[in-house]
């Protein structure tokens, strides 16, 4: 019995009927929690899935494309394309990290501090901030990367003292040089430079079956992967975030999304999905075999609201 008990708490929290209060101590809380009126919509770029099929084609015949996927109040997120032999200006962020997700392709990074490594398809890699990094893609195709910066923030490009230029040319900045005291934020065993989701992540799973691969104050991306099973009934609504959106890429398998307003869908390996913030949202693992969704939201500890009954 309680093994048959363990298994279907296991089962409720992976398909968030049971919220994090509840999954700490069994304490279930309740609130009035505001819902916009009419419903919060999604504002373009924003979308509630973005088909890789439907970008690759897009941008057919190009080898370095840039295309837009998540612009909010939180992040800027988009798909980019980096022809074979290529490679990106060395550069850092001032107070956010870098993140990315491999779509296709292999991309060796250098990260000061760091050793040369080539990424390929399913890596995760970030760069803490004042992380000097660089990029070139290895091989004969293009690469393909999902990146995910902080909204409204610009780069850094490093530097020497009385480095007389050029200053790099963005439009609507002027780039003067500079100084400046604080550290990169280091490497540690809870703050990796990548995480090879089918070799570290399959191979030798986590206990639990998901990784924080990044967590901070401001910033989360979680690895969640378990086994296809059915769908859910359209009367588990899954859940919904007061002030903050999240969306997420598919690692691995098909995954089925509910979202407030629409019929479910399927989503399948390197498609991204976005849910407005206060809208209900549910994912399940679809499928007969494995399936990863990599959740990205600004909040590592953020209030998941749920239908009072699911917390019965």
Request: net charge positive; glycine share 8%.
């Amino acid at each position: 019995m309680k093994s048959r008990n363990l298994l279907l708490g296991l089962a409720a929290i992976a398909l968030g009927l049971v919220p994090a209060a509840a999954q700490q101590d069994s304490k279930v809380f309740y609130a009035w929690a505001p819902k916009p009126v009419p419903l919060t919509q999604w504002k373009a770029p924003n979308k509630p899935i973005w088909r890789l099929s439907e970008i690759m084609a897009a941008h057919k015949g190009q080898s370095d494309w840039v295309q837009p996927i998540v612009r909010d109040q939180d992040y800027a997120a988009d798909y980019i394309s980096m022809g074979a032999g290529q490679k990106t200006r060395p550069q850092l962020w001032a107070d956010d990290p870098v993140f990315w997700y491999i779509a296709s392709g292999q991309v060796r990074f250098h990260i000061e501090g760091q050793e040369p490594f080539v990424a390929g398809k399913g890596f995760l890699v970030q760069a803490p901030y004042r992380n000097v990094y660089w990029m070139e893609t290895v091989g004969n195709e293009p690469s393909v990367r999902f990146e995910v910066v902080h909204a409204g923030r610009t780069p850094l490009y490093p530097a020497a003292k009385g480095d007389t230029g050029p200053a790099p040319k963005v439009k609507g900045k002027e780039y003067i040089l500079s100084s400046y005291r604080t550290p990169p934020l280091p490497y540690t065993d809870k703050i990796l430079p990548y995480l090879d989701f089918w070799g570290d992540f399959v191979k030798r799973p986590p206990v639990r079956g998901n990784t924080r691969f990044v967590a901070d104050d401001d910033n989360f991306m979680n690895v969640i992967r378990g086994k296809g099973m059915p769908t859910p009934p359209d009367s588990n609504k899954g859940h919904f975030h007061i002030d903050y959106n999240e969306f997420w890429v598919i690692a691995e398998g098909t995954m089925d999304y509910k979202m407030e307003g629409m019929k479910v869908f399927t989503a399948d390996v390197g498609e991204v999905l976005f849910a407005p913030q206060v809208r209900w949202h549910r994912a399940s693992w679809a499928g007969n075999g494995m399936a990863t969704r990599i959740a990205i939201n600004p909040r590592r500890e953020g209030l998941q609201s749920y239908d009072p009954e699911a917390a019965q």
